[in-house]
């Protein structure tokens, strides 16, 4: 079975700082790996994916991730906050199989940022 | 744009009385998924279609049913909702594992946010 953790259930960072999301999983076959962000009252939305091709993933809105195989991590980064980054952060985990598309998602983390 | 839609956005309904939420996609993707979302918490799997074969996650309670009239609509029928099925609904879309490229990515609608009275 796979599963997703993420560590810290609320983060908060200071305006134009790192941000440092992080997710650990396991799986017991080369897995694919997502980070989803969720606004308030809002659908996921898709922010980088990895699928087993380069291991530092570039995503949408300055994000990225880089997997480690060795310490079985996906943490998610960005260089310098900014307030529209308020959100829920989910990471998840899908074994990719055919006809077994499920994803498996962390209990996310709420990312405060200060002004 | 492409998309999947989820109508209404918010839905209100009394206790025990049945209530359907909708969702639509135009995205052709062959798989669906419903999940529930509670307050601070993760989303939940309930069932998800591949092409027409429904198939139900072991712990989604009897209460939940769905359908898929055709590949662009699915809909999600609570059938005596209680108190406790207040939540987020949130539909998805994916393309299988034979198609190239975007493999496994599940693409989101908006969510309907269920209250029960």
């Known amino acids: 079975a796979q599963s997703v953790t993420q560590l810290g259930s609320h983060v908060s960072v200071s305006e134009g700082a790192l941000v440092l999301l992080r997710c650990n999983y396991s799986?017991?076959?080369?897995?694919?790996l997502f980070w989803y962000v969720q606004y308030p009252n809002q659908g996921l939305q898709l922010l980088l994916k990895?699928?087993?091709?380069?291991?530092l993933v570039k995503g949408i809105n300055g994000f990225e991730a880089e997997f480690k195989k060795s310490e079985t991590s996906f943490h998610l980064t960005k260089p310098s906050a900014h307030m529209s980054d308020a959100a829920e952060y989910f990471c998840?985990?899908?074994?990719?199989?055919?006809?077994?598309?499920?994803?498996?998602f962390g209990t996310g983390t709420r990312l405060t940022i200060i002004p | 744009d492409a998309m999947v839609i989820q109508n209404p956005r918010y839905q209100v309904t009394q206790f025990g009385k049945p209530v359907t939420l909708s969702c639509s996609q135009t995205?052709?993707?062959?798989?669906m998924y419903w999940y529930q979302q509670k307050s601070s918490q993760a989303p939940k799997l309930l069932f998800h279609?591949?092409?027409?074969?429904?198939?139900n996650e072991a712990d989604t309670p009897d209460n939940f049913q769905s359908r898929r009239p055709n590949t662009s609509f699915c809909f999600l029928d609570i059938r005596s909702p209680g108190l406790g099925d207040a939540a987020m609904y949130l539909c998805?879309?994916?393309?299988?594992?034979?198609?190239?490229?975007?493999?496994?990515?599940?693409?989101f609608g908006p969510g309907t946010r269920l209250t029960v009275l």
């Open positions: 998805a879309t994916s393309r299988d594992a034979l198609w190239q490229g975007d493999t496994d990515t599940q693409y």
């Open positions: 799986s017991s076959v080369p897995p694919y």
């Open positions: 990895y699928t087993s091709a380069a291991t």
């Open positions: 998840a985990v899908s074994d990719g199989g055919f006809g077994n598309e499920k994803l498996t």
């Open positions: 995205l052709n993707h062959n798989v």
């Open positions: 279609y591949y092409d027409k074969d429904f198939n």
